[in-house]
């Protein structure tokens, strides 16, 4: 979540931190698609790195990438965790990993469709079993023991021994040979996964280690194109924060960091793109889904959803669909204001900078919100522990009183302006230029006016 780089964060330049970035993540290579079952300490390495710091030789690259990627569309109960397990722990890297000659992992071919391919197969079966279609009706084999569908048979046994002699088959009571066993052995398989309720809490476990997975592709930099440009994946992603209240609430957690790390790049027009659609998604669709998710009670949800509105609507090919929702958004990050936690204002705080900055209109609405200048006043009075959120409130101000239709709703706080003009040295300067428009400014053009009407006349 570029056109507009220098408004993204209040910063001059440079990527947008990103949420949780482990640390070294934003100069790393990425990490090697390699067998992570296997950390091979390199006896060069100096001290430093021995202990946590995972050691990959480069060689085991080419030779495990096929193999991770045909481990996760095998079907697999043991290889798909195999794989997953992998790339859990390849796709961290430590802030000392010297790790060199690395392959970033969403360029392996094939890869990043296979996790998604993981979280696709739990979200057919997510539904709940009342609303699941009842099983067609099979009559292929129904006089045979096994039929080969296994579902009209299942309480019927079958022998799997030889025939038994003349004198074994006069006794059969007597036989200790024969062994029965149902015929639902075959779906007890360790290898498969079960339709039961275990075996659907398996592929539930192993959806949220994928997504976890494709959240930490998002914050090696080098693999962010790749996402972007992967409309399956945004498809997956912005479905999953529609079903939030029907979803793990750690899957939906995953999904909205992955986006608030890749909306620096993000470009909503993909969903009417030429690429080919997996799940249908529309540009409308995905606003409302942030939309839903800005509105949750859960606060890291809508914190991530704050964030990610704000990073979205700097690259103005994303506007146009921001823009009809703007009224909604202004109320719910005003509400953020008002919330005690520091994380939400900070959250509500870096939106509204972003959003004050793209037209006149949202400087307008802005003004005019209920509380919205009384509560950001407050942030910067109290003041928020963290200085760079004072910094953007005081500038979310500024902006606000250059337009000439605000001023009647801003003069009404021209003392509390006066206020921490003279108590507050640090954004003393923005808040000088505040008070200067709405006063000096505005006396200077009528004094300028009535000498130009004098000369007139």
């Known amino acids: 979540m570029q056109k507009q780089t220098g408004k993204s964060g209040g910063t001059g330049g440079g990527t947008p931190a990103k949420r949780g970035r482990p640390f070294g993540s934003t100069t790393g290579g990425g990490a090697a698609a390699a067998a992570a079952a296997a950390a091979v300490v390199d006896p060069g390495a100096s001290a430093a790195l021995v202990g946590p710091s995972l050691q990959v030789l480069s060689a085991l690259s080419d030779q495990n990438n096929k193999r991770i990627v045909l481990a996760l569309q095998s079907g697999l109960k043991s290889e798909i965790l195999w794989a997953l397990n992998a790339l ?8 000392d990993d010297q790790r060199r000659d690395t ?32 099983p067609r009706v099979r009559t292929l084999g129904a006089n045979t023991t096994l039929s080969g569908f296994g579902q009209e048979n299942m309480e019927k046994v079958y022998s799997d021994t030889a025939t038994t002699s003349n004198n074994d088959q006069s006794k059969p009571e007597d036989s200790s040979v024969t062994k029965k066993r149902a015929a639902s052995f075959w779906f007890d398989e360790d290898g498969l996964f079960n339709n039961d309720d275990e075996g659907r809490a398996e ?3 192993c959806a949220i280690t994928a997504s976890n997975i494709i959240r930490n592709f998002s914050f090696m930099p080098e693999n962010e194109i790749i996402m972007v440009q992967h409309r399956h994946c945004l498809e997956t992603i ?11 609430d750690e899957l939906i957690t995953n999904m909205v960091e992955t986006l608030v790390n890749l909306a620096p790049v993000l470009d909503l027009r993909i969903f009417s793109s030429s690429k080919p659609s997996f799940i249908k998604m529309t540009e409308k669709g995905a606003v409302h889904a942030i939309m839903g998710m800005l509105s949750s009670s859960v606060k890291p949800w809508h914190c991530a959803a704050a964030e990610l509105i704000g990073r979205l609507i700097i690259n103005p090919d994303n506007e146009p669909f921001l823009l009809p929702v703007i009224p909604q958004i202004y109320k719910r990050l005003v509400d953020l204001l008002s919330v005690p936690a520091y994380d939400a204002q900070a959250a509500a705080v870096s939106a509204l900078y972003n959003v004050a900055e793209v037209n006149m209109d949202c400087r307008l609405k802005l003004a005019s919100e209920r509380w919205a200048v009384d509560r950001l006043l407050k942030i910067v009075k109290t ?7 004072c910094r953007k409130t005081s500038m979310i101000l500024e ?40 006063t000096a400014r505005p006396s200077n053009k009528v004094t300028s006016g009535q000498a130009i009407w004098g000369n007139i006349n």
């Open 238 to 248: 912005f479905h999953c924060l529609e079903d939030q209240n029907r979803e793990d």
């Open 203 to 205: 592929r539930q476990q």
């Open 399 to 438: 902006s606000l009183v250059s337009e000439p239709q605000n001023r009647m709703h801003l003069l009404v706080h021209e003392n509390t302006f006066a206020e921490i003009l003279t108590s507050e040295g640090k954004y003393s300067d923005t808040f000088a230029r505040i008070l200067y428009e709405l």
């Open 88 to 95: 859990t722990v390849l796709s961290f890297k430590e802030k």
């Open 383 to 389: 003041p928020h522990p963290v200085p760079e959120v």
């Open 103 to 134: 392959t970033p992992l969403a360029k392996v071919s094939g890869l990043l469709d296979a996790l998604l391919q993981v979280i696709d197969e739990w979200r057919d079966i997510s539904m709940p079993k009342d609303h699941m279609k009842p």
